[in-house]
Protein backbone atom coordinates (compact mmCIF):
# COMPACT_ATOMS: atom_id res chain seq x y z
CA UNK A 1 0.00 0.00 0.00
CA UNK A 2 1.04 3.71 -0.50
CA UNK A 3 3.55 4.85 2.36
CA UNK A 4 3.65 8.68 3.72
CA UNK A 5 6.59 9.73 5.49
CA UNK A 6 6.72 12.66 7.46
CA UNK A 7 10.32 15.01 8.59
CA UNK A 8 11.69 16.05 10.78
CA UNK A 9 9.83 13.54 13.56
CA UNK A 10 10.48 16.72 16.38
CA UNK A 11 11.34 20.12 15.77
CA UNK A 12 11.91 22.61 18.70
CA UNK A 13 12.08 26.34 17.41
CA UNK A 14 11.82 29.49 19.25
CA UNK A 15 9.52 31.62 18.55
CA UNK A 16 9.14 34.11 15.71
CA UNK A 17 11.54 31.75 13.78
CA UNK A 18 10.15 30.00 10.24
CA UNK A 19 9.90 26.38 9.28
CA UNK A 20 9.16 23.44 6.63
CA UNK A 21 7.70 20.58 7.65
CA UNK A 22 8.14 17.50 4.53
CA UNK A 23 5.43 15.31 3.22
CA UNK A 24 6.88 12.21 0.79
CA UNK A 25 4.02 9.83 -0.43
CA UNK A 26 4.78 6.83 -2.54
CA UNK A 27 1.61 7.08 -5.42
CA UNK A 28 -0.69 8.65 -6.71
CA UNK A 29 -3.60 10.51 -4.42
CA UNK A 30 -6.92 11.73 -4.99
CA UNK A 31 -6.47 13.83 -1.63
CA UNK A 32 -4.32 15.50 0.37
CA UNK A 33 -4.36 16.98 4.09
CA UNK A 34 -2.37 18.97 6.60
CA UNK A 35 -3.63 18.44 9.82
CA UNK A 36 -2.66 19.94 13.53
CA UNK A 37 -3.63 17.97 16.59
CA UNK A 38 -3.81 20.09 19.50
CA UNK A 39 -2.87 19.54 23.02
CA UNK A 40 -6.69 18.40 23.63
CA UNK A 41 -6.39 16.10 20.89
CA UNK A 42 -8.15 18.01 18.26
CA UNK A 43 -7.16 17.43 14.80
CA UNK A 44 -7.86 20.61 13.20
CA UNK A 45 -8.00 21.07 9.02
CA UNK A 46 -5.20 23.09 8.27
CA UNK A 47 -4.94 22.48 4.07
CA UNK A 48 -6.55 20.41 1.88
CA UNK A 49 -4.20 20.64 -0.80
CA UNK A 50 -3.91 17.47 -3.92
CA UNK A 51 -1.95 19.77 -5.62
CA UNK A 52 -0.82 23.25 -5.41
CA UNK A 53 -0.26 25.77 -3.00
CA UNK A 54 -2.68 27.08 -0.34
CA UNK A 55 -1.93 30.20 2.17
CA UNK A 56 -3.57 30.45 4.95
CA UNK A 57 -1.92 33.67 7.39
CA UNK A 58 1.41 32.45 8.54
CA UNK A 59 0.61 29.33 7.19
CA UNK A 60 1.18 28.12 3.47
CA UNK A 61 1.66 24.35 2.16
CA UNK A 62 2.46 22.95 -1.62
CA UNK A 63 1.79 19.95 -3.30
CA UNK A 64 4.17 18.84 -6.51
CA UNK A 65 1.86 15.77 -6.74
CA UNK A 66 3.79 14.76 -10.04
CA UNK A 67 6.91 14.48 -7.69
CA UNK A 68 5.14 12.87 -4.53
CA UNK A 69 5.62 15.28 -2.05
CA UNK A 70 3.91 18.36 -0.36
CA UNK A 71 5.43 21.06 2.41
CA UNK A 72 4.24 22.96 5.13
CA UNK A 73 5.62 26.39 5.98
CA UNK A 74 5.36 27.90 9.20
CA UNK A 75 6.39 31.54 9.50
CA UNK A 76 6.90 33.57 12.27
CA UNK A 77 6.17 30.67 14.88
CA UNK A 78 4.04 31.15 17.89
CA UNK A 79 3.51 28.64 21.42
CA UNK A 80 0.15 28.10 20.03
CA UNK A 81 1.76 26.85 16.67
CA UNK A 82 3.01 23.65 19.23
CA UNK A 83 1.98 20.58 18.72
CA UNK A 84 1.74 17.41 16.36
CA UNK A 85 1.40 18.37 12.74
CA UNK A 86 0.02 15.44 10.14
CA UNK A 87 0.09 14.92 6.43
CA UNK A 88 -2.73 12.42 5.35
CA UNK A 89 -3.36 11.10 2.06
CA UNK A 90 -6.25 9.56 0.21
CA UNK A 91 -4.77 6.88 -2.58
CA UNK A 92 -6.36 7.26 -6.34
CA UNK A 93 -9.38 5.81 -6.82
CA UNK A 94 -10.19 5.74 -3.08
CA UNK A 95 -13.03 7.48 -2.26
CA UNK A 96 -14.51 5.30 -0.14
CA UNK A 97 -11.37 4.38 1.63
CA UNK A 98 -9.49 5.31 4.49
CA UNK A 99 -6.81 8.08 4.98
CA UNK A 100 -3.65 7.11 5.27
CA UNK A 101 -1.63 9.11 7.43
CA UNK A 102 2.25 10.02 8.20
CA UNK A 103 3.47 9.53 11.80
CA UNK A 104 3.92 13.37 11.99
CA UNK A 105 5.88 15.79 13.27
CA UNK A 106 5.71 17.18 16.79
CA UNK A 107 6.57 20.80 17.11
CA UNK A 108 7.91 22.55 20.22
CA UNK A 109 8.08 26.39 20.11
CA UNK A 110 9.36 27.96 22.71
CA UNK A 111 8.46 31.51 23.58
CA UNK B 1 -18.69 24.77 8.59
CA UNK B 2 -18.65 21.38 8.86
CA UNK B 3 -19.62 19.84 12.20
CA UNK B 4 -18.55 16.51 13.38
CA UNK B 5 -19.57 16.38 17.05
CA UNK B 6 -18.82 13.41 19.52
CA UNK B 7 -21.12 12.57 22.91
CA UNK B 8 -18.63 12.98 25.38
CA UNK B 9 -14.90 14.26 25.81
CA UNK B 10 -14.15 12.70 28.49
CA UNK B 11 -15.60 9.01 30.13
CA UNK B 12 -14.60 6.75 32.69
CA UNK B 13 -16.25 3.05 32.34
CA UNK B 14 -15.37 -0.32 34.51
CA UNK B 15 -14.39 -2.78 33.11
CA UNK B 16 -16.85 -5.73 31.37
CA UNK B 17 -19.47 -2.53 30.73
CA UNK B 18 -21.05 -1.57 27.35
CA UNK B 19 -20.00 1.54 26.19
CA UNK B 20 -21.12 3.70 23.13
CA UNK B 21 -19.39 6.55 21.67
CA UNK B 22 -21.43 8.39 19.32
CA UNK B 23 -20.72 11.00 16.62
CA UNK B 24 -22.97 12.72 14.33
CA UNK B 25 -22.27 14.99 10.99
CA UNK B 26 -24.07 17.72 9.71
CA UNK B 27 -22.94 17.72 5.77
CA UNK B 28 -24.71 14.94 4.87
CA UNK B 29 -21.46 13.02 3.98
CA UNK B 30 -21.67 9.35 3.07
CA UNK B 31 -18.30 8.27 4.90
CA UNK B 32 -17.58 8.06 8.53
CA UNK B 33 -14.92 6.68 10.60
CA UNK B 34 -13.99 5.11 13.67
CA UNK B 35 -10.18 5.65 14.71
CA UNK B 36 -8.42 5.22 18.15
CA UNK B 37 -4.81 6.66 18.86
CA UNK B 38 -2.48 6.04 21.33
CA UNK B 39 0.95 6.89 21.61
CA UNK B 40 3.37 5.42 19.61
CA UNK B 41 0.87 3.78 17.51
CA UNK B 42 -0.55 6.77 15.54
CA UNK B 43 -4.36 6.78 14.32
CA UNK B 44 -5.70 3.21 13.56
CA UNK B 45 -9.11 2.81 11.76
CA UNK B 46 -11.52 0.36 14.16
CA UNK B 47 -14.33 0.57 11.27
CA UNK B 48 -16.07 2.63 8.62
CA UNK B 49 -18.88 2.94 6.92
CA UNK B 50 -19.50 4.48 3.15
CA UNK B 51 -23.56 4.30 3.57
CA UNK B 52 -26.46 4.33 6.21
CA UNK B 53 -26.47 0.19 7.24
CA UNK B 54 -23.10 -0.33 5.63
CA UNK B 55 -20.24 -1.27 7.66
CA UNK B 56 -16.69 -2.41 6.39
CA UNK B 57 -14.03 -3.40 8.97
CA UNK B 58 -10.65 -1.17 9.71
CA UNK B 59 -7.53 -2.41 10.83
CA UNK B 60 -8.78 -3.13 14.58
CA UNK B 61 -12.43 -4.12 14.80
CA UNK B 62 -11.92 -6.64 17.50
CA UNK B 63 -13.71 -6.03 20.54
CA UNK B 64 -15.78 -3.49 19.09
CA UNK B 65 -18.82 -2.92 16.46
CA UNK B 66 -20.71 -0.09 14.65
CA UNK B 67 -24.23 1.11 14.09
CA UNK B 68 -25.16 3.53 11.16
CA UNK B 69 -28.90 3.27 11.25
CA UNK B 70 -29.13 7.20 10.00
CA UNK B 71 -26.42 8.99 7.45
CA UNK B 72 -25.37 11.40 9.84
CA UNK B 73 -24.88 9.49 13.22
CA UNK B 74 -22.28 6.31 13.26
CA UNK B 75 -21.97 4.94 17.02
CA UNK B 76 -18.90 2.81 18.05
CA UNK B 77 -20.11 0.11 20.93
CA UNK B 78 -17.51 -1.54 22.97
CA UNK B 79 -19.52 -5.01 23.74
CA UNK B 80 -17.42 -5.36 27.19
CA UNK B 81 -15.06 -2.21 28.14
CA UNK B 82 -11.57 -3.72 28.90
CA UNK B 83 -8.52 -2.05 30.13
CA UNK B 84 -6.72 -2.25 26.59
CA UNK B 85 -9.97 0.01 25.04
CA UNK B 86 -8.55 3.09 27.22
CA UNK B 87 -7.36 5.09 24.75
CA UNK B 88 -8.34 8.58 22.92
CA UNK B 89 -11.25 7.43 19.86
CA UNK B 90 -12.01 10.52 17.09
CA UNK B 91 -14.21 10.32 14.74
CA UNK B 92 -14.01 11.68 11.16
CA UNK B 93 -16.71 11.97 7.74
CA UNK B 94 -15.94 12.56 4.43
CA UNK B 95 -17.74 12.56 1.40
CA UNK B 96 -17.85 10.40 -1.72
CA UNK B 97 -16.81 13.00 -4.01
CA UNK B 98 -18.11 12.71 -7.40
CA UNK B 99 -17.00 16.20 -7.79
CA UNK B 100 -16.76 17.54 -4.50
CA UNK B 101 -13.56 18.05 -2.32
CA UNK B 102 -12.07 14.55 -0.41
CA UNK B 103 -11.90 16.39 2.58
CA UNK B 104 -12.01 14.54 5.97
CA UNK B 105 -12.97 16.26 9.29
CA UNK B 106 -12.55 14.55 12.77
CA UNK B 107 -14.56 15.37 15.56
CA UNK B 108 -13.31 16.49 19.19
CA UNK B 109 -12.13 12.89 20.31
CA UNK B 110 -13.15 11.09 23.27
CA UNK B 111 -10.76 9.92 25.96
CA UNK B 112 -12.08 7.09 27.02
CA UNK B 113 -10.43 5.29 30.56
CA UNK B 114 -11.29 2.09 31.13
CA UNK B 115 -10.26 0.67 34.85
Known amino acids: GIQVEQSPPDLILQEGANSTLRCNFSDSVNNLQWFHQNPWGQLINLFYIPSGTKQNGRLSATTVATERYSLLYISSSQTTDSGVYFCAVLPYGGSQGNLIFGKGTKLSVKP | ?115
Request: aromatic residues 12%; charged residues 30%; contains cysteine.
Open chain 2, 1 to 115: DVKVTQSSRYLVKRTGEKVFLECVQDMDHENMFWYRQDPGLGLRLIYFSYDVKMKEKGDIPEGYSVSREKKERFSLILESASTNQTSMYLCASRTLGRGASYEQYFGPGTRLTVT
